[in-house]
T-cell receptor, first 112, second 115 residues
Framework: QQPVQSPQAVILREGEDAVINCSSS?????VHWYRQKHGEAPVFLMI?????EQKGHEKISASFNEKKQQSSLYLTASQLSYSGTYFC?????????????FGKGTKLSVKP | DSGVTQTPKHLITATGQRVTLRCSPR?????VYWYQQSLDQGLQFLIQ???????AKGNILERFSAQQFPDLHSELNLSSLELGDSALYFC??????????????FGPGTRLTVT
């Protein structure tokens, strides 16, 4: 039940756009996005909840299609600082539990 | 700096041994989560504690156990270690009980190498 992320890796030039997709075989209560730079801990980007609510504190946009159990992360006008591995975490239990099932990640490299 | 601390940073031990990883959550956070990150499996949720009580369990082996103490720090105990247990172990914390409540703040991790 691990979500599938695509692409596995992407290389961009500064200023280019990218879309990272996350697809689950199970119904989702929420989707969480994290970015991990090499040698560092994952850092929260955004939560997307059923019903359309979103919580995040970066200028990143994302979508959540509840019917298709899919989420996409949109990185526009990429900067060097966007480089890292992006993980989606899926919440298939809802409620007050803390289980997040993470995908294997999408490695994003932004070149000057 | 997320405010979550983990010790030790690195741990090298032999197969069959037992180790304890320690985590102190951010001030005010009541939930602590443990994750294992290996190259082939990605980030795997192990277990969650909320205010001293076990709240959720993931793919945690029976050889592994955890607890959260009254001061909210948590320990992950790994016993009868195998080569395959070599990984980066992250602790994360959050304010509320569940994932929908908000973000998880990850500590810097403990890199465990089993030889």
């Amino acid at each position: 039940q691990q979500p599938v992320q695509s692409p596995q890796a992407v290389i961009l030039r500064e200023g280019e756009d990218a879309v990272i997709n996350c697809s689950s075989s199970k119904a989702l209560y929420s989707v969480h996005w994290y970015r991990q730079k090499h040698g560092e801990a994952p850092v929260f980007l955004m939560i997307l909840l059923k019903g359309g609510e979103q919580k995040g504190h970066e200028k990143i946009s994302a979508s959540f299609n509840e019917k298709k159990q899919q989420s996409s992360l949109y990185l526009t006008a990429s900067q060097l600082s966007y480089s890292g591995t992006y993980f989606c975490g899926t919440d298939v239990y809802g409620g007050s539990q803390g289980n997040l099932i993470f995908g294997k990640g999408t490695k994003l490299s932004v070149k000057p | 700096d997320s405010g979550v601390t983990q010790t030790p940073k690195h741990l090298i031990t032999a197969t069959g041994q037992r180790v304890t990883l320690r985590c102190s959550p951010r001030s005010g956070d009541l939930s602590v989560y443990w994750y294992q990150q290996s190259l082939d499996q990605g980030l795997q949720f192990l277990i969650q504690y909320y205010n001293g009580e076990e709240r959720a369990k993931g793919n945690i082996l029976e050889r592994f156990s955890a607890q959260q103490f009254p001061d909210l720090h948590s320990e992950l105990n790994l016993s009868s270690l195998e080569l395959g247990d070599s990984a980066l172990y992250f602790c994360a914390s959050s304010e509320g009980t569940g994932v929908v409540g908000g973000e998880q703040y990850f500590g810097p991790g403990t890199r465990l190498t089993v030889t």
